[in-house]
T-cell receptor
Framework: DAGVTQSPTHLIKTRGQQVTLRCSPK?????VSWYQQALGQGPQFIFQ???????QRGNFPDRFSGHQFPNYSSELNVNALLLGDSALYLC????????????FGEGSWLTVV | DAKTTQPPSMDCAEGRAANLPCNHS???????VYWYRQIHSQGPQYIIH???NNETNEMASLIITEDRKSSTLILPHATLRDTAVYYC??????????????FGQGTILTVHP
């Protein structure tokens, strides 16, 4: 049983460019959340998708957007990249039900130069 | 989500039990206590979670006080591979919180030979 898988694992982008990160949830999970983790900090919640809709959003600008597909996989898009967007981007999946376990992927390292 | 307080760092000798405390005095009745750990440059790893009863799995035990205002994560026989940042999180991770976990700074556990 595959866990949460993310791609790519590492990438380098230039300021002003756009990036798309991908996530496949753990088998049987229907809910995907995205987190940003800057160096030396704890992960920060970006947003969560369920039934192909954004259900809750953290304190991130509209440059951060996402999508969930019918097979529950998800994408995170970041437009107009800034140097400060350099971080580890984590995907987490679960069932949408109180008290269920949330599993994280290994993340995608984004460096903006 | 309720806020948690953890010591910034702890040490433990290899083979001994590691007891990691967490205060969550503002926890509400429908919030669970989750523990995750993160080894450098990897995604957070789920350890255990509970609502009000003590829980045990193959990795650890979770002891929640009767008033639910604090908890302790116990690693019964710490190894060098348990060196990591440990996060205590309280969340109604389903329901209205839609899978949002609020990470603090965590406790850096260092296991010594």
């Amino acid at each position: 049983d595959a866990g949460v898988t993310q791609s790519p694992t590492h990438l380098i982008k230039t300021r002003g460019q756009q990036v798309t990160l991908r996530c496949s949830p753990k088998s049987g999970h229907d809910t995907v959340s995205w987190y940003q983790q800057a160096l030396g900090q704890g992960p920060q919640f970006i947003f969560q998708y369920y039934e192909e809709e954004e259900r809750q959003r953290g304190n991130f600008p509209d440059r951060f957007s996402g999508h969930q597909f019918p097979n529950y996989s998800s994408e995170l898009n970041v437009n107009a990249l800034l140097l400060g967007d350099s971080a580890l981007y984590l995907c987490a999946s679960s069932w949408l039900d109180s008290g269920n376990t949330i599993y994280f992927g290994e993340g995608s390292w984004l460096t903006v130069v | 989500d309720a806020k948690t307080t953890q010591p910034p760092s702890m040490d433990c000798a290899e083979g001994r039990a590691a007891n990691l405390p967490c205060n969550h005095s503002t926890i509400s009745g429908n919030e669970y206590v989750y523990w995750y750990r993160q080894i450098h440059s990897q995604g957070p790893q789920y350890i255990i979670h509970g609502l009000k009863n003590n829980e045990t799995n193959e990795m650890a035990s979770l002891i929640i006080t009767e008033d639910r205002k604090s908890s302790t994560l116990i690693l019964p026989h710490a190894t060098l591979r348990d060196t990591a940042v440990y996060y205590c999180i309280v969340s109604n991770a389903g329901g209205t919180s839609y899978g949002k976990l609020t990470f603090g700074q965590g406790t850096i556990l260092t296991v010594h030979p």
